[in-house]
């Protein structure tokens, strides 16, 4: 993957699979690191599957007997230096915390993070989704609630004209965070 | 700079349309693979292309949705195309620009993209 936001979506996805109706998506960014935390309230793992987790050969899916979603990411945080906790407890949820060092050379990009946040919405319209966004001191929020409270019940997120508008107005904050912080994009 | 206020806008607009796009059985499924080898092989710029050109031509009998692994990662990113009564259509190493001509003529027009199908990629 190009882009720590595309580990993001991917992750992500396993929370909406493991039937989460809420899920906080936090992204954090300093001169040191690049964190991200993902925390849902699915129905977690057992202590045996979460020890097994980082393994490609292990899948709950029944298809193939591989995944590669965790593995992938493991191997990316800690080509860099950094480090990957998986925390859940069973029938509670899982939080995934994953921590870049952004000064070494292997550590990618944020990417695109609004397209990242409007396609898992886009999946997933009924999700309660909690988007906190960080860079030093500068942050932005973007909560579910909030666009519900502005569309009313009837309308679905998934609608791809809301999908293109929340994408843009994310693009709009990233760019003024990114202002703020002098960053390049 | 945009705010969330402007979505009562739109929203106002949708509801004088939205019986129009529940209307009938006769919608045309599209679905995105976004699992780990999708993403990986570019399926997020895929789904966002096929979102902006629904919106455009603003399709209202067409949903565009997404699926795990759908089991050939090495073709992704994949899209399949569910019109009813036909045979599913599956796209395969999609691109954003290969989007719009399977909008255009599979969509709309009713025609299979044949040079982008797995038939034509095995």
Known sequence: MKEIALYILDIAQ????????VLEVALSETAEAIAFVIADNGKGMSPQLLAQVSDPFTTTRTTRKMGLGIPLLRMAVEQ???????????????????RFCAGHIDCPPVGDMAGTITLLLQGAPQLELHYTRTADENSFQLTTE???????PEISLAEP???LWLREYLQ????????HKGMKA | MKTLAELQAIRDRMRSQIDLRDAGDDRIRVVVGMATCGIAAGARPVLNALLEEVNKRDLKNVTVSQTGCIGVCRLEPIVEVYVPGQEKVTYVKMTP??????VSEHLVNGRVVEEYTIGAAE
């Not at chain 1, 396993?14 to 109706?21: D, F, L, V």
């Not at chain 1, 666009?147 to 009313?152: D, E, H, K, T």
């Not at chain 2, 620009?97 to 399977?102: L, M, N, P, Q, T």
């Open chain 1, 14 to 21: 396993n929370s909406i699979t493991a039937n989460a109706s």
């Open chain 1, 161 to 163: 004209e809301i999908i």
């Open chain 2, 97 to 102: 620009e290969k989007v719009a001509s399977i």
């Open chain 1, 80 to 98: 860099t230096g950094g480090s990957l906790t998986i925390e859940s407890t069973e029938g509670v949820g899982t939080t995934v915390t994953a």
């Open chain 1, 146 to 152: 909030e666009i519900r409270a502005q569309l009313g």
């Open chain 1, 172 to 179: 709009e904050q990233e760019m003024l965070l990114r202002e």
